[in-house]
């Protein structure tokens, strides 16, 4: 059971707009910044996106995220088939650890 | 540019104790950032285990506490983990990672697969 709540599959077709939540509570996405990953089948996770909408160099604009009160979303646009992996919201929560979410496989039709 | 590697046996039999050793190259790990471990079992999320800030101070995830140490040597640029009385449920890939925060993973390693089994 994952501190955070993500919806464990989504799907879209290629060209479309896909939207990830992530919930949380008031001792952690409540109170810190959230970031997320973006993760290949056999391959180490990619920072996407760091302080609830910072995307780091290199990342597309098609990233998105934001953050409201005890949740935050992650949006894509344009979607691609090369988007198909599984993405993970994350934060620091006040029992003085990060805390991820299960993770939500995005599937592109 | 920043890179991780992971090393370590492949292999640690039940009660033993789980030691993994991350070598940087291409900055130093004593002049800033936390330095970490994250790992993925088979077909799961992820887990944090802990960081270790560059000044010494570290941080780790209460459900492993009692058994995780993370140490530094700046001398070789590495930082290790140790990992005590392993069971099965400690099977997993293991990453390295450096947090520019403790709310952000900027830079992960490849990960190295270590099984707990007799």
């Known amino acids: 059971q994952s501190v955070l709540t993500q919806p464990p599959s989504i799907s879209a077709a290629p060209g479309q707009k896909v939207t990830i939540s992530c919930s949380g509570s008031?001792?952690?996405?409540?109170?810190?910044?959230v970031s997320w990953y973006q993760q290949f089948p056999g391959t180490a996770p990619k920072l996407l996106i760091y302080d609830n909408d910072k995307r780091p160099s290199g990342v597309p604009d098609r990233f998105s995220g934001s953050k409201s009160g005890t949740s935050a979303t992650l949006g894509i646009t344009g979607l691609q088939t090369g988007d198909e992996a599984d993405y993970y919201c994350?934060?620091?929560?006040?029992?003085?650890?990060?805390?991820f979410g299960g993770g939500t496989r995005l599937t592109v039709l | 540019q920043l890179q991780l590697q992971e090393s370590g046996p492949g292999l640690v039999k039940p009660s033993e104790t789980l030691s993994l050793t991350c070598s940087v190259s291409?900055?130093?790990?004593?002049?800033?950032?936390?330095w970490g471990w994250i790992r993925q079992a088979p077909g799961k999320g992820l887990e944090w285990i802990g960081a270790r800030y560059y000044s010494g101070s570290a941080y780790y995830n209460p459900s492993l506490n009692s058994r995780v140490t993370i140490s530094a040597d700046t001398s070789k640029n590495q930082f290790s983990l140790k990992l005590r009385s392993v069971t099965a449920a400690d099977t997993a890939v293991y990453y390295c990672?450096?947090?520019?925060?403790?709310?952000?993973?900027?830079?992960w390693g490849q990960g190295i697969l270590l099984t707990v089994s007799s």
């Open positions: 008031s001792s952690n996405i409540g109170l810190n910044f």
């Open positions: 291409g900055g130093s790990i004593a002049n800033n950032y936390y």
């Open positions: 994350a934060t620091w929560d006040t029992a003085l650890t990060e805390v």
């Open positions: 990672v450096k947090q520019g925060a403790l709310v952000r993973v900027d830079q």
